[in-house]
């Protein structure tokens, strides 16, 4: 059996993980995925991957669902990026009578060079003091979605 480590810049862990797995001659051998593009369907050749990367790089998140359609095991689920949205938690632990403070989503502040200023039109005006005298001082702010850093 293959196992496949989707790594990023840690070193410590994926090679501490490998070295290990594939030192305990059990039939099962690690290795760091290498990638470069991915046809439809193409046979992904691991039983298991572990994923320490693909909320930073959407291509992995890509290959590993197609991983997943195949049976593969992905370790950390890249599908949970879709229900990781905290307003949406926070909104449902509302529903369901569990306190939350004051929250407020707001439009970003700077979207990436592709994003046309028309695909922008519904969003301004916004003002901003007015959600800030919402919260009030001193308040949190996180990122919508995600888990490093931003929990």
């Not at 862990?13 to 099962?28: H, I, L, R, T, Y």
Request: proline share 7%; glycine share 8%.
């Amino acid at each position: 059996m293959r196992v496949g480590v989707l790594r990023g810049r840690e070193n410590s862990f994926p090679e501490a993980f490998v070295a290990k797995v594939n030192s305990m001659g059990k039939g099962v051998h690690a290795e760091f995925v290498q990638l470069g593009g991915t046809k439809l369907n193409e046979p992904v050749p691991y039983r298991v991957v572990l994923d320490r990367m693909s909320h930073e790089v959407p291509y992995y998140a890509v290959y590993l669902k197609m991983a997943a359609l195949q049976g593969t095991y992905c370790i950390n689920n890249t599908f949970w990026r879709s229900a990781d949205d905290k307003f949406f938690g926070y909104a449902a632990a509302e529903q369901l009578g569990i306190a939350e403070p004051k929250t407020v989503v707001l439009p970003n502040r700077e979207y990436v060079d592709d994003v046309a200023p028309e695909s922008l039109r519904n969003l301004w005006p916004t003002d901003f003091t007015m959600y800030l005298d919402h919260v009030g001082v001193p308040c949190i702010m996180k990122p919508r979605s995600g888990a490093a850093g931003g929990t």
